[in-house]
């Protein structure tokens, strides 16, 4: 496990392993607030930072807490995290912590986050343990923002609505807008967010198997056509 | 021996950690306290200028506050009213009523009755009705809630005040009648309590509660 390269914890974060794609935790709030692509972006963002925060902590007081307490102890570094990021947010993001309401303290609860801390941080050095909560967090992310982009895209025919909540006055232009279309509401509503999930995940799949295919002919390739698989 | 100390080193960490913990939040919330509650002071600013125009006022509404139980009129156990006035005289109150009936749980509304007894405005402050179909009493969603700027209770006359559908003069929404209906009906019966009620709302001294 320490030996994992740090390319690999990126890449594993991002796609192979996608926390979201993949393993499929975190569900609750990545369906319920996936309804525009600035809620996305904002509660990703919010767990990210937790999930740095968390892995490194635990990571740094792993050879200290005896194995019988250390879930409570997690528990209760994620959750002073959380607490404390969450005021953050509401000292500087006031509108977009109101809009996001009851998520932002169910980070708490979110399984990437004790998962991350328990299977990884608890057993890897710092370095890597925050490179691992940072490509993890980033992949929920973009996730997030992809699901909420395309839910707000089809569901209110806009996209980046209300950026201002997130960058300030100035990113006002940043919302796209189609005038001519009234958006379709299903894909507002929770249906929307599984039907939207299962789509990225198909997709996924689908890009996994074409590489896996090229990769499997470049092997071949080379080595002549017959029993090259064999060992 | 040996199990006592596993147990007492377990909850010295435990107990540490919960330490550590509580300290953290203890100082994020020390520092930024003043913010947050400069946040929200200046958000309920926002939105009751915006039916109370500043200009039109020169006391501090946010402070200038009494507290009501009227819920069979105004839809809550306990209605906060805010009062603006210019030199003495009284200029219009904010009133939080709920509308208690809405298509799915209560809605809260910001109703302005100026003292003539026409309306500064309505808003929508937070409600759970269908999206795409009941939401649009948001103001950001459509132009609807502004339909209740200037009126009063002889502007449409009472019989009036009503969604089209029941005979009224608002617009309801394709889809969806039942939001619309019952917030015209909850200000109309605002209307109604600031009518019997006009200038005791504005001579009781702030936060003083009372029977409605």
């Keep these: 496990m320490a030996d994992t390269s740090y390319r690999e914890l990126i890449t594993d974060g991002l796609w192979h392993n996608n926390q979201a794609l993949v393993a499929l ?3 609750c709030p990545l369906l319920a607030v ?4 600035i809620n996305g972006l904002g509660l990703g963002l919010a767990t990210t930072a937790v999930l740095v925060a968390s892995n490194t902590t635990v990571s740094l007081i792993r050879n200290y807490v005896r194995p019988e307490v250390r879930l409570p102890v997690f528990v209760l570094v994620i959750a002073s995290f959380v607490t404390a990021i969450e005021m953050g947010m509401n000292a500087y993001f006031h509108e977009l912590h109101k809009i996001l309401g009851i998520f932002i303290p169910l980070i708490v609860t979110n399984c990437i986050i004790i998962g991350r801390a328990e299977a990884f941080a608890s057993k890897t050095g710092l370095s890597r343990s925050l490179v691992d909560g940072l490509s993890v967090g980033i992949g929920f ?8 982009g395309m839910r707000e895209l089809v569901g209110q025919g806009t996209l980046f609505d209300q950026a201002h909540l997130m960058f300030g006055e100035a990113a006002r232009g940043l919302t796209l807008r189609i005038e001519a279309f009234p958006g379709m509401l299903i894909a507002i509503l929770p249906p929307g967010a599984f039907i939207g999930l299962g789509l990225l995940i198909m997709v996924k799949n689908l890009i996994d198997k074409r590489l896996a295919a090229r990769a499997a002919e470049r092997i071949d390739y080379p080595e002549g056509a017959e029993g090259a698989a064999n060992p | 021996m040996k199990y006592r ?10 107990a540490s950690f919960a330490v550590l913990g509580t300290s953290l939040v203890t100082f994020t919330h020390a520092m930024t306290r003043e913010r947050i509650a400069a946040n929200e002071r200046q958000a309920l600013l926002r939105s009751l200028n915006a039916l109370v125009p500043q200009e039109s006022v020169d006391n501090d509404m946010i402070s200038d506050v009494i507290k009501l139980r009227a819920a069979d009129r105004l839809g809550s156990a306990e209605t906060t009213v805010y009062r603006g006035r210019k030199l003495g005289q009284p200029v219009a109150t904010v009133l939080t009523t709920v509308v208690p009936n809405g298509y799915s749980g209560p809605i809260k509304l910001l109703v302005a009755v100026r003292y003539d007894g026409t309306l ?8 759970k009705e269908t999206p795409g179909l009941g939401d649009k009493v948001e103001e950001s969603r459509s132009d609807w809630i502004y339909s209740f700027n200037d009126r009063s209770l002889s502007d449409p006359p009472l019989a009036k005040w009503g969604v089209k559908r029941d005979g009224g003069a608002f617009d309801q929404f394709t889809g969806a009648t039942i939001t619309p209906r019952s917030i015209v009906e909850a200000v109309k019966k605002t209307l109604l309590y600031v009518r019997d009620h006009k200038d005791a709302l504005y001579d009781r001294s702030p936060t003083v509660e009372n029977q409605g």
């Design chain 1, 141 to 148: 992310t973009l996730v997030l923002l992809t699901l909420g």
């Design chain 2, 5 to 14: 100390d596993a147990i007492l080193i377990a909850a010295a960490v435990l």
């Design chain 1, 25 to 27: 935790l975190g569900l």
């Design chain 1, 34 to 37: 996936s309804n525009t692509a």
């Design chain 2, 120 to 127: 500064g405005g309505v808003r929508v402050i937070s409600h």
